[in-house]
């Protein structure tokens, strides 16, 4: 393995445990709401009138994020029916055109989100009344996340 292929292999790896310390953040503090939120509503009869709002938002979040740390461990769902059957230099092919589409798919909502974002700064959420912007952030960073696995990945092939 070169030095380029090593340096993506361990920023993939330390990116992903960070990520991960996040997402279980996020389930900490969403699961934390949600739980208040139903205390308030059942127990108190009042309600936490933005829990829904924030829990949407880090929910989307969590989904985003998650992504690519399924990823990383291999977990996203797959049929390799067709793939087991073939030869190990057809697998390897169809593994980096996997990739590809990959780069592809994570390119556009890259650029994508990054035409959208300013947009979204002079929108504002309902009861949290914050920028849109806040919660869209999470596309173009997960993008970037993936490229550094994906790199990582073909790297190593």
Known sequence: MNRIS?????LSDGLNLVIE?????????????????VFFRYVLNSSIYFSAELSRFLLVYIAFLGSTVAYKHKAHVGVDLFISKLSEPLKLLFEKLIILGFFIFWGVVFVYSLKILPMMYFQRTAT???????????????????????VGDILKK
């Open 128 to 150: 949290l009344n914050i920028p849109y912007a806040y919660v869209f952030y999470i596309m173009p960073i997960t993008a970037l996340v993936w490229f550094i696995h994906l």
């Open 6 to 10: 090593r340096f993506f292999a361990r």
């Open 21 to 37: 310390l996040i997402v279980a953040l996020i389930l900490l503090v969403l699961s934390f709401f949600m739980i208040t939120a």
